[in-house]
């Protein structure tokens, strides 16, 4: 299998296909730390939608580490999950009082925060400091076993194994964007039912589209 050649039509179609959304572009590990933990179990268009909100009202840690948890809750009440209020509530205090108000670019003290795992953390890391880390969510857990016929997928924390191969497939280059068409490819195509198989970008590369088809 060629993985270089899915990962340039995966930024190919990105570039011409892909959602734009503002969290996407910034590089400040804080606005990606908060983003990521409202992104869990929301839709990119809500939180795109309360993003200029959000920052207007909590522009930097220190503003969010003031507010109290009905505040935040307040803000971030269109998304539907007061929990997340106390999450990003306890994270600012940590980073505060403990770091002095600098996000950690270390995996093991982002995942020592409230409602941070290893995802979130190595969101913060790829996008706000640069570092090469493996992203894999549900949504690409399910490309990157479909593509390259992986068995760990599905449901639950994904297998080592598919950390693996995200961090093989992935370019030295352009990370960001292809991790963003990973998740649009999963949201437009690669869908947990009824996938379009016939429309995606890497349907010749994809060994579950070959054995759609030649059951069909």
């Given at each position: 299998?060629?993985?270089?050649?899915?990962?340039?039509?995966?930024?190919?179609?990105?570039?011409?296909?892909?959602?734009?959304?503002?969290?996407?572009?910034?590089?400040?590990?804080?606005?990606?730390?908060?983003?990521?933990i409202l992104?869990?179990?929301?839709?990119?268009?809500?939180?795109?939608?309360?993003?200029?909100?959000?920052?207007?009202k909590f522009?930097?840690?220190?503003?969010?580490?003031?507010?109290?948890?009905?505040?935040?809750?307040?803000?971030?009440?269109?998304?539907?999950?007061?929990?997340?209020?106390h999450d990003?509530?306890?994270?600012?205090?940590?980073?505060?009082?403990?770091?002095?108000?600098?996000?950690?670019?270390?995996?093991?003290?982002?995942?020592?925060?409230?409602?941070?795992?290893?995802?979130?953390?190595?969101?913060?890391?790829?996008?706000?400091?640069?570092?090469?880390?493996?992203?894999?969510?549900?949504?690409?857990?399910?490309?990157?076993?479909?593509?390259?016929?992986?068995?760990?997928?599905?449901?639950?924390?994904?297998?080592?194994?598919?950390?693996?191969?995200?961090?093989?497939?992935?370019?030295?280059?352009?990370?960001?964007?292809?991790?963003?068409?990973?998740?649009?490819?999963?949201?437009?195509?690669?869908?947990?039912?009824?996938?379009?198989?016939?429309?995606?970008?890497?349907?010749?590369?994809?060994?579950?589209?070959?054995?759609?088809?030649?059951?069909?």
């Open positions: 299998m060629n993985k270089k050649a899915i990962a340039q039509s995966l930024l190919k179609w990105f570039k011409e296909e892909g959602r734009r959304y503002p969290f996407r572009a910034t590089s400040d590990p804080y606005k990606i730390l908060v983003c990521e992104l869990r179990k929301t839709t990119a268009k809500q939180v795109a939608n309360l993003y200029d909100v959000f920052f207007s522009p930097t840690i220190e503003s969010l580490d003031r507010a109290s948890v009905e505040e935040i809750a307040e803000v971030i009440k269109p998304l539907g999950i007061f929990s997340r209020a990003l509530s306890q994270v600012a205090q940590v980073i505060v009082r403990r770091y002095g108000g600098k996000v950690p670019d270390d995996e093991s003290l982002l995942t020592a925060l409230r409602g941070v795992g290893r995802y979130i953390a190595n969101c913060v890391l790829a996008f706000g400091y640069e570092k090469t880390v493996p992203m894999v969510d549900t949504n690409v857990s399910r490309v990157l076993s479909r593509v390259l016929d992986l068995r760990a997928g599905g449901r639950g924390t994904p297998k080592g194994e598919l950390w693996q191969a995200y961090s093989e497939l992935a370019p030295d280059k352009n990370s960001r964007e292809f991790h963003y068409a990973l998740i649009d490819l999963s949201h437009k195509f690669c869908t947990a039912r009824e996938p379009k198989c016939s429309y995606c970008p890497i349907d010749k590369y994809c060994r579950y589209s070959f054995l759609v088809k030649r059951k069909s």
